[in-house]
């Protein structure tokens, strides 16, 4: 995977605690997704774009998240694409096991583990609470806690982005609660709520209060526990996770039920219960309709009895005892699965050293047989003698013919090297005339970035054979981010995207392209983005399947510029179209938000 890629990747890692959970987009980023999907392209991009699909739609709309999170799984797997596969997998995971498919959210969980524990051990410590995610849905608080200590005393734990870790934690306090050791569930909520605070994570401290607060009402002191619900559910409106509100809203509930204040547990519960059915949350939904069964039992038992069919209904949907065998019988399949491969693996173990025994005595076999044999070989050594004289001779040939290779390719890299030169010399005799003291730091800067150029264009030379070729994935990477670097300052966040499919370029070539990209990306830097606090910069090198013409594609999203009939008191552009001409090149621009050069050569 490119390096892009890789910091693509990162950058989301870094934004989202756990990567399965719903995403918020505003609807142009939609529709943007949507449309480069469209296109039909099968690279990492589109796995990326399907998964962040998947994660707007896990709340709103469900099955299309399964439809998408599946889609990118496939994509990610045929272009071998880890951690595009994983994050995929953690997508489907989280969506299939809060809509109440265990045995879909499972399977995907373990499928997750196992990749990431061969190749990807950073991210084990997701899907221990994706495992862990499953059994809390379906109750069960002893196997929940077993998943959730590994995640706890995994080492990545502290290197979780996004400080992660506080996630592992509220769950921790979540189960304990659960389990009635209520000490330690309101260590963890104390913990999480005064960090949190002071990092400000606020969906943190609105787990940790809603923790305490059922902490509280399990103790029967219901004052305090109202306290903390009020703030869970204020840390999530300022949060703007309206799923998180819902949960929240039943515990409110049952702490009013339980102070004999039906039309507040009321209110709250019928809130809860529209939540549970937006969000096709069965467990929530059950609770919610449980408590409005039991409020309105003696006033209005028609009611009632409508809100214990809905228990009724949703209890058959969510725990029946296939659908758990199910989802158990995959976590026993699985582990039978890696006791079998463990069973494999010693066998093959005792299969080489029994090899490696066999080896052996065959070894000692023939060195006997080649001892009693010495004595027959002493008449041949004249001629074994005779024929390495003349194997050293030919070497000694070849030396000296690659020496004189050598120093023509020397003498060619000069003559490169004076060329190039000169060719800076030319472009300082060109903007010696309009230099003053208002710009010289950015004339300096441009021709810093230029000799730059040149001179990285001879370090990415191929010189084991020749002189004449380039790395151009490399040179164009690394000299398109040291541009980057040397305009970059801290209030301006530009990101840089490249994309080069031709691999070997002629250094005839390769110089006029880089100094193209240097005055291009140098222009992005010093005017596109002035009006702006976030930047992206794309560049594409591809080679057109019919005419086999090499093409570059520049795209930034700045104020934009027209290409063709600029007005302009600099250089750089007129630099530019002489590069272009030099390389014969035909150029295309669009006139629209942004700047975008298309050049073929």
Not at 124 to 153: C, G, M, P, T
Not at 196 to 212: D, G, H, Q, T
Not at 502 to 528: C, D, F, Q, R, Y
Not at 554 to 570: A, R
Request: aromatic content about 8%.
């Amino acid at each position: 995977m490119p390096n892009t890629l890789i910091k693509i990747a990162l950058l989301f890692l870094a934004s989202y605690t756990v990567f399965g959970q719903p995403l918020s987009l505003p609807e142009s980023e939609v529709k943007k997704l949507k449309l480069n999907l469209e296109v039909g392209a099968e690279d990492t991009n589109s796995v990326i774009s399907l998964w962040r699909l998947a994660r707007y739609h896990t709340m709103t709309a469900p099955h299309q998240a399964v439809v998408y999170a599946t889609k990118s799984i496939n994509l990610a797997r045929k272009l071998d694409y880890t951690y595009g596969e994983l994050i995929s997998l953690q997508a489907l995971s989280f969506v299939s096991t809060i809509t109440g498919d265990w045995q879909n959210g499972m399977q995907s969980a373990y499928e997750g583990l196992q990749v990431s524990q061969a190749k990807y051990p950073k991210l084990e410590i997701v899907f221990y609470n994706l495992i862990a995610l499953v059994y809390e849905k379906q109750q069960d608080s002893k196997h929940r806690l077993e998943w959730l200590l590994k995640a706890k005393n995994n080492p990545e734990i502290e290197s979780l982005p996004n400080n992660g870790k506080w996630l592992i934690f509220h769950n921790l306090g979540e189960v304990y609660e659960k389990l009635n050791v209520l000490d330690s569930a309101m260590y963890y909520g104390k913990l999480i709520d005064s960090s949190c605070r002071k990092l400000n994570i606020p969906i943190e401290v609105s787990y940790a209060n809603a923790v305490m607060g059922r902490v509280e009402k399990k103790r029967k002191n219901y004052p305090q526990a109202l306290h903390y619900l009020r703030t869970a559910i204020s840390f999530s409106n300022k949060f703007g996770n309206p799923f998180l509100e819902t949960e929240q809203s039943v515990d409110l509930a049952g702490v009013f039920q339980a102070m004999n204040q039906p039309d507040s547990a009321i209110f709250y519960a019928e809130k809860a219960l529209a939540g549970g059915r937006q969000f096709k949350n069965l467990v929530l939904t059950i609770s919610a309709a449980k408590i409005l069964a039991q409020i309105y039992e003696h006033k209005n038992p028609d009611k009632a009895i409508y809100y214990l069919k809905i228990v009724n209904a949703s209890n058959d949907s969510l725990y029946t005892t296939s659908r758990i065998f199910q989802t158990q019988n995959i976590v026993n399949t699985i582990k039978q699965r890696e006791q079998e491969l463990i069973e494999a693996k010693k066998e093959y173990n005792n299969s080489i050293r029994q090899n490696t025994l066999i080896g052996f005595l065959i070894f000692f076999g023939l060195l006997t047989i080649i001892l009693i044999r010495n004595n027959r070989q002493k008449q041949k050594n004249n001629a074994v003698l005779k024929d390495k004289n003349r194997e050293i001779s030919l070497q000694k040939e070849e030396i000296e013919k690659t020496m004189e290779q050598k120093q023509m390719l020397l003498s060619e890299l000069q003559h490169r090297v004076k060329n190039n030169l000169q060719y800076v010399i030319s472009i300082l005799e060109i903007q010696k005339e309009s230099a003053s003291h208002s710009n010289i730091d950015d004339l300096i800067r441009s021709n810093q970035n230029r000799i730059h150029s040149i001179a990285l264009l001879h370090k990415k030379l191929n010189v084991s054979e020749s002189v004449n070729e380039v790395d151009l994935k490399r040179y164009i990477t690394d000299l398109s981010e040291l541009v980057k670097d040397s305009y970059d300052i801290k209030e301006k966040n530009v990101s840089l995207f490249i994309t080069c499919d031709i691999e070997i370029l002629s250094i005839t070539k390769a110089l006029p392209l880089g100094l193209i990209i240097v005055e291009l990306v140098s222009n992005s830097m010093k005017h596109a983005f002035k009006n702006q606090t976030k930047g992206i910069i794309n560049i594409e090198i591809t080679q057109e399947k019919n005419s086999k013409k090499n093409c570059l594609h520049y795209i930034d999203n700045g104020i934009g510029f027209d290409f063709k009939n600029v007005q302009t008191k600099g250089l750089g552009v007129e630099i530019t179209k002489g590069l272009i001409d030099q390389l014969n090149g035909t150029v295309e621009t669009q006139l629209k938000k942004g700047f975008e050069l298309k050049m073929c050569f």
